[in-house]
Nanobody, 127 residues
């Protein structure tokens, strides 16, 4: 399984970006997927996730109402639409996945629950 993230860039505060993550190897429907981010000098943190079996989405509190995770099964792609961006959203964003059903609800925000990772895409939000 390979994950390829893209879509990062430089944007002013209040702007929008859409990140994409192409999953190759098996169909996207076989995976639960998530997005994490890591700012300089900080630990990797959970941003959003989608669990296919229960069709639930999960978000960290600071991005609720601004970010939306979605999947495009036809293109084997996971998107993260980010609106109303803030300077504190600046980080390298990573997509991650694990086989459907392997991630339990209590672990959805834990990076160690994800077996596959993309290479990361940098998002910089200027004030």
């Amino acid at each position: 399984v390979q994950l390829q993230a893209s879509g990062g860039g430089l944007v002013q505060a209040g702007g929008s970006l859409r990140l994409s993550c192409v999953v190759s190897g098996r169909t996207l429907s076989s995976y639960d997927v998530g997005w994490f981010r890591q700012a300089p000098g900080k630990e990797r943190e959970f941003v959003a996730a989608f669990r296919r079996g229960v069709s639930n989405t999960y978000y960290r509190d600071s991005v609720k109402g601004r970010f939306t995770i979605s999947t495009d099964n036809a293109k084997n792609t996971v998107h993260l639409q980010m609106n109303s961006l803030k300077p504190e959203d600046t980080a390298v964003y990573y997509c991650a996945a694990n086989a459907r059903g392997r991630i339990i609800t209590s672990s959805i925000t834990n990076p160690s629950a994800y077996a596959y990772w993309g290479q990361g895409t940098l998002v910089t939000v200027s004030s």
